[in-house]
Every structure is written in C-alpha cells, then in structure tokens.
C-alpha cells in the first residue's frame, strides 16, 4: 500500500480520536471556566465587566467547539477528507488557548497575586488536562498550549517583581516540557496506529488468500469430479467387455491379452477409487459403523492379499500374532492397514515388512519396513494429496500419492492418532492407535460363512445413456443367465417394458443420465411403476461431494465405476437372491390367510 494513503489512514483515525475525546475535553474546560470566574468573584475579583465579557467569550467558543465536533460525526468523512476537519479543530483548540490567556486580565484585579495564582493554576491544569483529550492530535495541542502559555512567559519575562522572576524561569520549562512530552505521545499513537492498520492489512490479506484457496480448491473438486465421471465411463464400459469376454471360450494367447487388459483395468480402477475416497472423505460422506472386532483376522486378511506382491518382490511380509479385540470400524480399519501395508511394499527394495501391535493406552498397530527412510522435513508433507518421495517422473507404477492423505483423513475420521517414525536408510514404522474394546472376549463367535450356490437368474433393467456401456453391461449380465433390457432414459425403458408382463428383479442406473436426468428419480419412478419396492443398484462415476452426498442419502446401493466384475456379479446376486427369498415368503404368507 503507498505510503501516502497510510499517512490518510493514520491522520484520519487521529483526528476521529480527537473528536471522541475532544467533546469531553471542551465541555471540561468549560465547567472549569465557570468554576474559576464564580470563586474569584467570591473572592473579591472587582473586574465584573471583564467578567461577564469573558464567560460570553467562553460560551461562544465552546458552544462552536461543540457544534463543530457534532458535524463530524454527523458527515462521517471519508479518510482523505481529515485535513479540513482537522483545521477547524486547530482553530477551536487555538481560541481555547486564548481564552485561558485572556483569563488572568479579565478575572483579576491587578497586583493580587494570589488572584492570578489561582488563574495560573486552573489554566495550567487544564493546559495538562488537553494534553491528554488533545494529544492525539500534535498540532490541536500545540494550538492550546501556546497562545495560553507564551504571552504568561512574556509577561512574566517584563514584571519587576520576584513574583514574575520565578515565572520567567518557570514557565519556558513548563512550555519546553509540555511539548516534548505531547510530541512523544503523538509519535507513540502514530506507531501503534500504523502498526494496527499493518496487522489489519495483513489479516485481510490472509483472508482473501484463504478464499482464493477455498475457491481453488472447489474448483479442483468440481474439476475432478467432472474429469473423473467422463474418464470413469470409457473404463467402466472395457471393465465390463473383459468380464464379458472372460466367459468366451479363446485361445491361450488370446486368454493371456485379456489378462493383460484387465489388469490395466484393475490399475486405474485402483487410481479412480483413491480419487474417489479423497472426494467422499473431503465430502463427509463416509460414516462410521462402529464395533468390536478382533484385529487378528483382519491383519491376517491384509498380509494375505499382500503375500503374492511381497514374494514377487523378494521382500519378508511377517505378521506378528495378536489376541486383542478392539471397538472401531473394521472397514476403515482394514483400508487404513491396505494401505500402510502398500505403502512399506512399494518403498522397500530390500528386507522386509513387519505388522504387529502393542498395547499401550489402547492397541498401537504399527508397520514396519526396511525402506529408504523418509527425511525429517518430508514426514508431514507425505500426508498431504498427490505428495511422492522420489517419484518425480510421475511413475504410476508407484501410485498416484493419496494412499497417506486417505489413511491420514480415515485417522481423523475414526479420532485414532496416526503417528510416524523414522529415518534415512534405517526404515520407517507407521503407528495408529486403535481403542481396545472394554471386554476382551467376544461374545458371539463369528457364524461361518454360508456356501456360495450358483447365481439366480432374473429379469434386470439397464438405464445408462453411454450406448457403449449399455451393450458391454447387457453383454456381461447375459454371459451370466440374466434377461437384459437396456435403455439410455426413463422414457426409452418405459416403452420398451410396456408390453412386458413380466416382473422385473433388479435395476441398475447410472446417476447422472442424459438431459438433467437423475438416476434416483428414474429408479423412484420405476418402482412406482411397478408398485414395488425393487431391489436397485446406482451406478455413478461423479465425484462431486455434493453429488456423492445426495446419492448416499437417497439410501439406494451406489457402486462406483468402474465396477469390477467381482464386485457387480456379488451385488446382482445377493439382491435377486434376497428378492426371491422375500417374493417366496410373501407367497407362503399369503397361501397359510388363504388356507384359514
């Protein structure tokens, strides 16, 4: 900011200063005018005529004074307009000084000391008196204390009485004093002045770069949302060709591609849903289901999944055994301990990977590696999105960098405290500490897991405007023995079910159809079409927290493309098998009213 609008700024709350005070300060010296007249006259002060001429003087100008400081505040300046403000107040403050000058002539009878004494002392006092209410401003003081003092210091300088000697000498100090410490006083205002408008310049600063950064950020959440739906579509749909084709009957060769296909897949499956739980965390759309659980399986679960990745790489993945049971949520849990574990494999060339636990002020799982080591000024920024170490080449081989920033955002989800250790070439541990449950027994055993029996088949309705995914998910679900009607729209579906008596078992629906479609409504309108509850299944690739949010609400099963074939056979089977269960207990309910 140029130094002369600060010089405004400053000048400018000095003089509002000044008229704050200054009312106060008039209306004073006033009431000391009157009290000083009224004892003198007391006193025997023979000048009545001189008397009465000065109060009227002190009436005039203390009545403009306030006049003046009521205007002020009535017009509220702006602060380049404080120089003529200022002026009139210098004037008043002048005329005030003149006034107290005047008094001793005007009061006094001529040669009674004690008289002009006590003159003296109440312009004086009040002379100190404005250095305070004045002070803010320098030349509004100076414009009182001189043409009070100066003609007193001449005066006195040309008496001939011992009297006048000892003002002579007296008064120059006193003027000396009295401007020394008003000039301090107005410097030290000055400074604390300037150094407020700084602080307030650089608190306004810091908040238009904090909502520069807010908006930064929601454009990237918007951008990403909308990038992430328009890539997720293209890759949903080869996601389900390879499903679709994996139950062709091919050659070796041609088997092998299709491996190779799915697995580039499965990467940026793996890249999409890490874009995607940073949305959903960043949206607070991820709720805990919070239970006691033992640790034990699911660390056994992660080094499994993992063994086959450690082997390939010629590393040690070693789990430590553990028998505590704990009270969180074993989903969140699970995911945070995924990726800690992908995280030690992926920077450890050598060596080995241990997972263990210890129970101190609750279980302190931790993961330990024989990595590289990270630096101590790196060990906070790792947590943060898209943050790699040694991995300026962007190599997605080593991930995307988000796997830390979910585990650190799960931790503070769960309110478990997340912590790092480590150093250069000695490795690192990562540690979370997880409530243990109060009782260290469960109380159910865990039933056993029911067979898989082979699929139902059933009637499914497809609604997703991409034609490319229309025909690999009727391709795919077709391979499986499911009838297949797809359609790009609610009314496109609705023409072609019309003639079909047939109920159908389940919906899928993509969440943001063509035209402002909304795959809620389009699944709602279907079921009251049918007047049924149907089982049904949203598909959506939006990443949008707002979007995410609504479409967890509507409390419809959302999956995320792209699906994995695993994944959506599993989904299509439980909730037809689930349906078929409710349809055939319907029947019997129905058959045992009839039969009675």
Known sequence: MPREVVSDRIRAEQIRMLYGTGRVGVIAAAVSAFLLAGALQFIGSSSSLGTRLWLAYVVVVVTGHLALCRRFWRAAPADAAWRPWALGFVAFSGAEGAMW????????????????????????????????????????????????????????????????????????????????????????????????????????????????????????????????????????????????????????????????????????????????????????????SIEEFAIQPLLA????????????????????????????????????????????????????????????????????????????????????????????????????????????????????RLSLKSAPGKGSVFRIVVPLAHNQVLNAALAPEAPLNAMPRGLILVIDDDAAIQGAMASLLSSWGHEVVAAGSLAEMLERVETSLRRPDLLLCDYRLRDGENGIDVIRRLQSEYNEALPAVLITGDTAPDRLREARESGLILLHKPVTNIKLRATVGNLIRANIGDRLKDAEISGSEQLS
């Open 101 to 288: 000058a005047l008094a001793s002539a005007a009061l006094t009878t001529p040669g009674q000391v004690d008289q002009q004494l006590l003159v003296l002392v109440v312009a004086g006092s009040v002379a100190a008196g404005a250095l305070a209410v004045f002070g803010t401003y320098l030349p509004a003081f100076y414009a009182l204390l001189f043409p009070f003092a100066v003609p007193y210091a001449i005066a006195a300088a040309a008496g001939g009485r011992p009297f006048d000697h000892s003002l002579a000498i007296l008064f120059p100090i006193y003027i000396v004093a009295f401007a020394v410490l008003g000039r301090k006083i107005s410097a030290n205002l000055v400074e604390t002045l300037r150094l407020r408008f700084e602080n307030e310049d650089l608190a306004r600063e810091l908040r238009i770069q904090k909502e520069a950064a807010e908006q930064a950020n929601i454009a990237k959440s918007s951008f990403l949302a909308a990038a992430s739906h328009d890539l997720r579509q293209p890759v949903h749909a080869l996601s389900l060709l390879v499903g679709a084709l994996q139950g062709h009957a091919m050659s070796d060769e041609m088997r092998g591609l299709v491996e190779h296909i799915g697995g580039s897949v499965a990467a940026m499956d793996g890249l999409f849903n890490s874009l995607l739980d940073i949305s959903r965390l960043d949206a607070g759309v991820v709720k805990t």
């Open 301 to 416: 679960r992660v080094c499994r999944d993992y063994g086959d990745e450690a082997e390939t790489r010629g590393l040690g993945l070693v789990l430590l055994p553990c028998s505590a049971i704990v009270r969180s949520d074993p989903v969140l849990i699970e995911r945070i301990l995924r990726n800690l574990v992908a995280n030690a494999l992926r920077y450890t060339e050598s060596g080995r990977v241990v997972v263990g636990c210890r129970r101190r002020n609750g279980l302190r799982i931790e993961v330990w590696d024989t990595g590289r080591g990270i630096p101590p000024d790196q060990q906070q920024q790792i947590f943060r999105e898209f943050y790699q170490l040694a991995n300026s080449e962007r190599d997605r081989a080593k991930g995307l960098g988000l796997g830390l920033a979910i585990v650190d955002r799960l931790a503070k989800l769960l309110d478990c």
